[in-house]
């Protein structure tokens, strides 16, 4: 049999959710919570929101809140935001509670006996017959300190993540909420990291004041997750094909850097398409040059298209319309190219400010937040939107 040569395994990881071998410049966020953890009830770091653009890297910076959490020996609950989240959130803190109550007998001999199995339901035992969220997390922190006190411990926490945060979920979110904030109050060892993006978060922070039942989450710390620094870009790019013994030319690796345009998907996509055409141990200009039109394409499809998919009809026409300049569109002219007047093209301007698909630039201008939009829309025009305002071509 003819043999066949090793290969190596491409090392990036261009999949929603996956923790990429390299983070890219998010150290100041994990110092921040590390240092919560450790500071101690109240810190302000432990009630945290991630909010950011797809696929800049929300769930993965979850993620790594949640193997610190776990480095402090912490218990941890992932969850994301669809319907009856509050009552799988009750459920794990459940089976936490047993773990805790089990473990220890196994372990300590000698113990001052078994811990009170039972769950405390309190009021709402005699009318229904499924202990509260409340009731249930109450009970876990109370027995985890009688633990910790026992065993003479630094005291054991829990993280709970709420990944997809969205306020068509505002009910469940208020009661998750609610009993956060209680927890909060009692000085219990809690910490809640919520991500989401920007158009599904911002209508929770913006409820009415007087009535706001979701305080906590507009008191909460936020993260705004960006684009990370080129330079960073380039070192995470050389570590991760390093760890499989794989360099780059100079060249490449800049040409590589400079078209992640500083985008967390992006920087997995290139590494992973120019990863393909190595030759040998290296990757040379070609390699990256090649990889960069298939992590375009790729982009496009897990990126771009759901990403315009979440927005109205308008505000895909108004990112069209900008899409015929080669950098930042002047509102004046996006508002000739829709034909409508400024402040029509002023309010879409506004909902996608908010959305973090534009950003203003200069005075008048607006541009895209992320990269390739405007290639994507040249080549996926929003037709419908432009059969209705016809500006196209000019
Ligand atoms: N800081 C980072 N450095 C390098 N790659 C990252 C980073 N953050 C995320 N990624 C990669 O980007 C992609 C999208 O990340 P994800 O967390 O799913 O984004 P979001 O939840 O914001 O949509 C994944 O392939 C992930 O591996
Ligand atoms: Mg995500």
Redesign the pocket.
């Known amino acids: 049999m003819p043999s066949i040569p090793a290969r190596r395994r491409n090392p990036?990881?261009?999949?929603?959710?996956?923790?990429?071998p390299?983070?890219?410049?998010?150290d100041a966020f994990l110092r921040d919570f590390d240092s919560a953890i450790w500071d101690g009830p109240g810190s302000h770091e432990r009630i945290s929101i991630?909010t950011?653009?797809?696929?800049?890297?929300?769930?993965?910076?979850?993620?790594e809140f949640e193997s610190v959490a776990r480095a402090h020996a912490w218990h941890v609950i992932s969850e994301t935001t669809t319907a009856g989240f509050n009552d799988r959130i009750r459920d794990r803190a459940y089976r936490l509670l047993q773990d805790i109550s089990e473990k220890p007998k196994r372990r300590i001999t000698g113990a001052t006996g078994p811990l009170n199995l039972g769950i405390t339901t309190e009021a709402t035992s005699t009318f229904s017959p499924t202990p509260s969220l409340r009731s249930v997390l109450d009970e876990l922190f109370e027995q985890q300190s009688a633990l910790d006190a026992r065993l003479g411990q630094e005291p054991v926490g829990l993280l709970i993540t709420l990944?997809e945060l969205h306020y068509a979920h505002m009910d469940e979110i208020v009661e998750f909420g609610t009993t956060i904030q209680h927890l909060v109050r009692e000085d219990h060892e809690i910490a809640v990291a919520m991500?989401g993006?920007p158009g599904a978060v911002k209508p929770l922070l913006a409820a009415d004041e007087g009535r706001n039942p979701v305080t906590f989450l507009r008191r909460a710390n936020r993260i705004e997750?960006g684009m990370?620094p080129v330079g960073e870009?380039r070192d995470?790019l050389e570590q991760t094909t390093a760890q499989v013994g794989v360099s780059w030319s100079n060249e490449a690796l800049d040409a590589a850097a400079d078209a992640t345009g500083g985008y967390?998907?992006m920087?997995?996509?290139v590494g992973q398409h120019a990863f393909r055409n190595l030759s040998g141990d290296t990757i040379d200009v070609d390699a990256v040059k090649n990889g960069i039109a298939d992590a375009r394409r790729k982009l496009g499809q897990l990126v771009h298209e759901p990403s315009l998919a979440d927005l109205s009809e308008v505000d895909r026409t108004f990112l069209t319309a900008m899409s015929v300049d080669d950098g930042p569109s002047r509102m004046s002219d996006i508002a000739r190219r829709m034909g409508v007047d400024s402040q029509y093209a002023g309010n879409y301007r506004k909902r996608l400010i908010d959305a973090e698909m534009i950003r203003p630039t200069a005075h008048g201008y607006v541009d895209y937040e992320l990269p390739y939009m405007r290639e994507y829309l040249r080549s996926h025009p929003a037709t419908e939107a432009m059969e209705q305002f016809s500006f196209w071509p000019e």
């Open positions: 990036f990881t261009a999949t929603v959710g996956k923790t990429p390299v983070l890219a410049g998010r991630v950011g653009p797809r696929g800049v890297g929300k769930t993965v910076l979850l993620n990944d991500a993006i997750t990370v870009v995470a967390p998907f920087i997995q996509l």
